[in-house]
């Protein structure tokens, strides 16, 4: 299986802050990742697919980049509903599997 | 407009047999590729990601759960179902289902179910 190991579990930033997730695969999986944000109590919403394409309806403040094993998510002005748990997946094939997140929270 | 609902018991014992149905609407389970998998997440835990079907009904599992997990389909009525055997107190998660359409050639999830919360206890 595929591990996806997630960097840092947590950070604390301010509203306008430009906050970066990092990613990392145990074996090159091309461009075929995944992010997601998480809200309590709410489903995961697909943010990135294929690395660095923003999903339909996701803000543009959201970019993702990377490719064989290394892969990042930035968000460039942080803003009051960004404050959420982000979460990776390699989406080349099964098993699928997921990073363990990243909390992002008001400094 | 795509949604999918997930339903099934908020409380099971050990080793009993859970069982969950996602129902969906919008899209079809019979249509190219299209296909829905099963994630679960345990309190204050990560994603994990159970099964998945196809539409051709192709599936998949993780080999973690394997052996205690079946998923099906029922087309006629937009239904996916899980079912776990012989659960246990660390299967307490919020049990999703999630939609894979491989319009991007690649198996992301771009819808999701709210979750329903299952708690397995005596």
């Known amino acids: 299986d595929i591990q996806m190991t997630q960097s840092p579990s947590s950070v604390s930033a301010s509203v306008g802050d430009r906050v970066t997730i990092t990613c990392r695969a145990s074996?090159?999986?091309?461009?075929?990742l995944a992010w997601y944000q998480q809200k309590p109590g709410k489903a995961p919403q697909l943010l990135i697919y294929?690395?660095?394409s923003l999903q339909s309806g996701a803000p543009s403040r959201f970019s993702g980049s990377g490719s064989g094993t290394d892969f990042s998510l930035t968000i460039s002005g942080l803003q009051p509903e960004d404050f959420a748990t982000y979460y990776c997946?390699?989406?080349?094939?099964?098993?699928?599997?997921f990073g363990g997140g990243t909390k992002v929270e008001i400094k | 407009q795509v949604s999918l609902k997930e339903s099934g018991p908020v409380l099971v014992k050990p080793k009993e047999t859970l069982t969950l149905t996602c129902t969906v609407s919008?899209?079809?389970?019979?249509?190219?590729?299209?296909?829905v998998s099963w994630i679960r997440q345990p309190p204050g835990r990560a994603l994990e990601w159970l099964a998945h079907i196809f539409s051709d009904d192709e599936k998949s599992y993780n080999t973690s759960v394997n052996s205690r997990v079946t998923i099906s389909k029922d087309t006629s009525k937009s239904q996916v179902v899980l079912t776990m055997t012989n659960v246990d107190p660390v299967d307490t998660a919020t049990y999703f289902c999630?939609?894979?359409?491989?319009?991007?050639?690649?198996?992301?999830?771009?819808?999701w179910g709210k979750g329903t919360k299952v708690t397995v206890s005596s």
């Open positions: 294929a690395a660095s």
């Open positions: 919008g899209f079809s389970l019979s249509s190219g590729r299209m296909g």
């Open positions: 997946q390699q989406s080349t094939g099964f098993p699928l599997t």
């Open positions: 999630a939609r894979i359409p491989l319009t991007h050639f690649a198996y992301d999830m771009d819808v």
């Open positions: 074996r090159d999986i091309g461009n075929w």
